[in-house]
C-alpha cells in the first residue's frame, strides 16, 4: 500500500496545473466510494460469523425488544386488572349489593282433613300437600311486583288445632338488592299474600281462596327471621327434634345439654288437636348474658317467630316455672354453650273453663288462669261474686297488681270488665285492693300481653260500701286503709304517696315529739342542735331509718358513707370507694360558653362515674357507674326490640369530650326492671351488666358514684348537679363535645304532683323555677348526683327519666328516684 503511494505522488510532479486539479478529484471520488462499498461487505461478514439464536433464544432475543417489551407489559397489566375486577364482583361488590331476607310464615288451610301422617316431612303424605301448598305460594310471588326478587319457598311444618284444617309452617327466601332491602318488610310480603286472598273473599267470610287453596286470611302473619334462625331449622339440621304428646296429664321429659354444641338447638313440641302445652322448667344453668349467648326462648309456633314469643329465659333458673301455649304446638330455642344444660317437661293440658260463682263469706282466693303458670296471651276467666247484703261489695286485695280504668291506650298486662266498665291491670311493686261497690259484680278477665307474663292472685272479701275504712283509718288511691296518724309523717305508707301529698311543710318542734323528717337528717333545725342528738339510737326499722348489715336500724338518715361509723358493726363505713371526684385542674370548672340548659364545661375526672353509652356507633343515652362491672341507666333507653340487644351498645368511661374516652366497654347484659311502663315511665331504672370490668388503673378517672341506702334525705342545702352531654336547648341540632354540668334544686313532691300530675313515688323533679338549667335529649339514663353540705361524697339521687320540654319555665325535669330501689339494685349487682 505504501508503493502505490509514492507511485502517485510522483506521477502527479510530471503533469500541469489543469490536469493535476482534474485528476485529484476524481481520485478522490474512487476513495470515498471503496472505503463505504467496503464498510458493508466487513458488516456482512460480520453477520455471517455470529451464530443466529434457535428456539427459546431466538424467542428472548424477539421479545426484549422495546415496542415489544411494552405491548406485552400492557396486556398483563390489563389481564391482571380484569382479574382483580373479577375478584371483587364476586366476593365483595355484588356480596354488598344483594342479600339475602329470611322469613317465617304461617297460615291455616280451612276444609282440609289433617293427617296424623302430616307430622312425619318425609312421609308421601306430607310430601303431597306440601308441594301443593309451596306451588301456590311461589306462583303468587312470581306474579306480584316482587317476582324478580322471590327466591323460593319451603313447607317446614304441618299441624291442626282445635280450628280445623291444616296450619302450615313455612319459610320464604328472597334476593333483595340492598337499595331495596328497606321495602322488603314483612308487612309487605305478608300484604301479598292477603291480597291474594283478598281477591277470592265473599260474604264476609274469613276464609278466601289463595289460588284454588282456602285460606283463613286472619290467621296469616309473617315474620322477618335471621339467615341462622332459617339454616338451624331446616329438615337437615343436626340440632332439630321433634316430640309429641298425645295423652293429656302424661309428662314427656325434656333434657338438654351443652354437648349439642355451642350452636342453636330446637325442639319442636306438639300435643293432640284441642289440646294446649304446657312447658315447665325444673333447672336451667346457663350464664346470664340477655338472651344473646346463652338463651331458651319459647314460640307459640313450630318456627322461630318473632310475633310468637312466649317467654325468653336468659338467667339461670332458681325454682321451677311453667309456660302454657295457646295452641297445641310450641317451639323451644336453645342457645347453650359448654357445660351448660336444661331440665324439665311438657305435657298436653285441657283449655280451662275459667267461670266460677264466688261467695264472699268467707274470705277466699282467685287466681289467673292456669295459675300458677305464666299468662299466656290468650286465655279468660269470669267470676260472679255475691255478698250477704245490698250494703256490702267485694274488695280483691292484689299483691303486685293494679285496676285502673282503661283510656286510648290498650291493656297489655290484663283486660278486666266490672260491671261493663273496662279496666287495665298493670304489675306493680306494692300491694293494692281495688273495690267493687256492688254486691253481686260480674268480674271479666281476659289475657291481653303478646307474650306470657308473670300469674296473679287475689284475696276477697266483703266490705261496707258506705264505709270502706273503719273509723280513723285513710282511704289511699291505692285501695289500702293506713291510720290517720300516720298522714304526713314522711312515710309513704299508702305505697302511692297519696298519704303524704297535699301536706303542709311540717312545723319544727325542737322537743321530744321533733317531726321524723327533721330528726337526724344531718341538719341543725333546732337553735341548741337537739334534733341531731343521739343519732346512732337504735330505732325501730322503717324506710326512713338507716340499718345496719347487722339488721338493726338507726335514727341518722345519712349514715351511709359519711366517713363517721354509726353502726356497732361499722357496715355503713364499708364500700365506701365511691363519689370522690378528684379533678385534674379546677380552673375552667365554673367558666364556659358551651352551654347546656344552662349548663357549663366540666373538668377532667370532675364526674368519673359519668357514661357515655353510644348505640350503634352514635350516643344516645347516659349512664353512672356503680361498680367495676355493673352501670345503671334509664329503661326507656333499651324499650325497642333493636335497642335491648346489648351487642349493639358501648360504655365510653373516664371521657370528658366525646371521642377521648379512656376506656370503651362492651355490653353482655341489659336488666330492665320487670314494672317498667313504658306509657308512665315509671319504674325507669335499668342494669348494664360489662363484658370485662374496667381496668383498676384507670381510677380516678373512672370510679363508682356512692349508691343511696332507701333512707337517704336530700334537704335544701345539699348541692344536686345533672351531667351529659346531651343537646343545649331544646331546639338545638348540635350535641356538645365537653361534657355539661347544670346546678338544680329538688322540687317538693307535691309541687311535683301539681305540676304534673303523672308523678309515682318512684319519681322527682328538679330544675330552677326559670327553667335556664335542665337537662334535656341525649341525657336520659345520666346522673343527678347530689353532695352533702360539708360532705365529700356524691351519691346518685336520680337518673333523668322525662320532662316536659327542656328549659321550660316551672316545668322541671323528672328523674327516677334511686332510693326506691336500692334493695332491687343490690339484688343483681350483689
Known amino acids: 500500500m505504501g508503493t502505490k503511494q509514492e507511485e502517485t505522488e510522483q506521477t502527479s510532479e510530471d503533469k500541469d496545473a489543469p490536469q493535476q486539479d482534474s485528476a485529484s478529484v476524481a481520485d478522490v471520488s474512487v476513495e470515498v466510494a471503496t472505503v463505504d462499498h467496503t464498510l458493508r461487505m466487513l458488516r456482512r461478514m460480520y453477520r455471517k460469523s455470529r451464530r443466529k439464536p434457535k428456539g427459546l433464544k431466538r424467542l428472548l432475543a424477539y421479545v426484549l425488544n422495546i415496542p415489544h417489551i411494552t405491548v406485552i407489559v400492557t396486556a398483563v397489566v390489563f389481564v391482571l386488572v380484569v382479574i382483580i375486577w373479577s375478584l371483587l364482583w364476586v366476593f365483595i361488590i355484588r356480596r354488598e349489593s344483594y342479600s339475602g331476607a329470611y ?7 280451612a276444609n282440609v282433613e289433617f293427617l296424623p301422617e302430616y307430622r312425619q316431612a318425609e312421609s308421601h303424605e306430607f310430601v303431597s300437600i306440601a308441594t301443593k301448598i309451596q306451588h301456590v305460594v311461589s306462583s303468587v310471588y312470581k306474579t306480584s311486583s316482587v317476582a324478580r326478587l322471590y327466591k323460593q319457598a319451603v313447607i317446614s311444618d304441618l299441624s291442626n288445632n282445635d280450628q280445623g284444617g291444616v296450619l302450615v309452617h313455612f319459610w320464604m327466601v328472597f334476593v333483595i338488592p340492598r337499595v ?22 265473599q260474604n264476609r267470610s274469613s276464609v278466601g281462596y289463595l289460588l284454588g287453596l282456602p285460606v283463613d286470611i286472619d290467621s296469616i302473619l309473617i315474620n322477618v327471621v335471621q339467615r341462622s ?32 354444641g355451642g350452636v342453636s338447638c330446637h325442639v319442636k313440641l306438639t300435643s293432640a288437636p284441642g289440646s294446649l302445652i304446657r312447658l315447665v322448667v325444673s333447672s336451667f344453668l346457663i350464664e346470664p348474658t340477655d338472651c344473646v349467648d346463652d338463651a331458651l326462648v319459647v314460640y307459640d309456633a313450630l318456627l322461630p317467630m318473632r310475633g310468637r314469643i312466649l317467654h325468653s329465659l336468659c338467667e339461670p333458673v332458681s325454682s321451677s316455672i311453667s309456660i302454657v301455649s295457646t295452641s297445641n ?61 245490698p250494703g256490702l261489695g267485694v274488695a280483691l286485695h292484689f299483691q303486685n297488681y293494679v285496676l285502673k280504668p282503661k283510656d286510648m291506650k290498650g291493656c297489655n298486662n290484663g283486660w278486666w270488665r266490672v260491671n261493663e266498665v273496662i279496666f287495665c291491670g298493670i304489675y306493680v311493686g306494692y300491694h293494692t285492693v281495688f273495690r267493687i261497690a256492688h254486691h253481686s259484680p260480674a268480674v271479666e278477665f281476659r289475657c291481653s300481653s303478646p307474650n306470657s307474663v308473670q300469674p296473679f292472685q287475689a284475696s276477697y ?34 305505697q302511692d304517696e297519696s298519704d303524704e301529698m297535699l301536706c303542709s311543710r311540717p312545723t319544727m ?109 352514635s350516643l344516645y343515652c347516659g349512664a353512672s357507674v356503680l361498680s367495676s362491672n355493673w352501670l345503671i341507666s334509664a329503661a326507656h333507653c333499651f324499650s325497642k326490640d333493636r335497642l335491648s ?38 319504674y325507669d331504672i335499668a342494669l348494664l351488666h360489662l363484658k370485662k370490668a374496667w381496668p383498676a388503673s384507670l381510677s380516678p378517672l373512672v370510679q ?22 346531651g343537646y343545649r336547648s331544646e331546639d338545638d341540632k348540635v350535641l356538645p363535645t365537653v361534657l355539661q354540668k347544670a346546678q338544680v334544686s329538688i322540687t317538693s313532691q307535691t309541687e311535683c304532683q301539681r305540676i304534673y300530675g303523672l308523678i309515682s313515688p318512684r319519681m322527682l323533679c328538679a330544675g330552677v323555677p326559670s327553667g335556664e338549667r335542665d337537662a334535656c335529649r341525649g341525657d336520659s339514663g345520666g346522673p343527678l348526683s347530689c353532695q352533702a353540705p360539708g360532705g365529700s361524697r356524691w351519691f346518685l339521687i336520680g337518673i333523668v327519666s322525662w320532662g316536659s320540654g327542656c328549659g321550660r319555665p316551672n316545668l322541671p325535669g323528672v328523674y327516677t328516684r334511686v332510693t326506691k330501689f336500692t334493695s332491687w339494685i343490690y339484688s343483681h349487682i350483689s
Open 229 to 260: 334462625d332459617y339454616t338451624s331449622n331446616t329438615e337437615d339440621s343436626q340440632c332439630v327434634d321433634k316430640l309429641y304428646a298425645n295423652l293429656p296429664g302424661v309428662s314427656v321429659p325434656l333434657n338438654v345439654f351443652s354437648s349439642w
Open 180 to 201: 331495596k332491602s328497606a321495602v322488603m318488610s314483612e308487612e309487605f310480603v305478608g300484604a301479598i299474600l292477603k291480597n291474594s286472598v283478598l281477591t277470592s273473599l
Open 103 to 109: 322469613f317465617a310464615g304461617m297460615f291455616r288451610v
Open 704 to 725: 363508682p358514684v356512692c349508691l343511696p341506702p332507701s333512707s337517704h334525705t336530700i334537704t335544701d342545702s345539699h348541692r344536686c348537679i345533672v351531667t351529659g352531654w
Open 645 to 682: 340487644d346489648p351487642r349493639y351498645w358501648r360504655a365510653h368511661l373516664g371521657m370528658l369530650m366525646q371521642g377521648s374516652a379512656k376506656h370503651v366497654a362492651e355490653i353482655q347484659r341489659i336488666v330492665v326492671h320487670e314494672y317498667y311502663n313504658a306509657y308512665t315511665f315509671d
Open 329 to 389: 304446638v310450641m317451639l323451644l330455642s336453645f342457645r347453650m354453650s359448654d357445660n351448660k344444660s336444661f331440665k324439665g317437661y311438657f305435657e298436653a293440658i285441657a283449655e280451662e273453663k275459667c267461670v266460677s260463682e264466688v261467695e264472699t263469706q268467707p274470705e277466699g282466693q282467685i287466681y289467673s288462669p292456669f295459675y300458677p303458670s305464666m299468662l299466656p296471651p290468650e286465655c279468660a276467666c269470669t267470676w260472679k261474686f255475691k255478698t250477704p247484703n
Open 509 to 617: 318542734n325542737c322537743g321530744s315529739s321533733s317531726h321524723p323528717l327533721f330528726v337526724c337528717n344531718g341538719e341543725v333545725d333546732c337553735s341548741h342542735g337537739e334534733d341531731e342528738i343521739n343519732c346512732t339510737q337504735e330505732t325501730t326499722c322503717s324506710e326512713i331509718r338507716y340499718q345496719c348489715r347487722s339488721g338493726s336500724c338507726i335514727l341518722k338518715k345519712n349514715a351511709k358513707c359519711d366517713d363517721v361509723p354509726d353502726c356497732k358493726d361499722h357496715s355503713d363505713e364499708a364500700d365506701c370507694d365511691c363519689g370522690h371526684p378528684t379533678p385534674v385542674n379546677k380552673g375552667g370548672s365554673s367558666t364556659g360558653l358551651h352551654r347546656i340548659v344552662g349548663g357549663v364545661n366540666s373538668v377532667e375526672g370532675e364526674w368519673p362515674w359519668q357514661v357515655s353509652l353510644h348505640f350503634d356507633g
Open 461 to 494: 272479701s266483703s266490705y261496707n260500701i258506705s264505709h270502706p275504712c273503719p273509723e280513723s283509718y285513710f282511704l289511699c288511691t291505692t285501695g289500702l286503709c293506713v291510720e290517720r296518724s300516720r298522714l304526713c309523717d314522711g312515710l309513704d305508707d299508702c
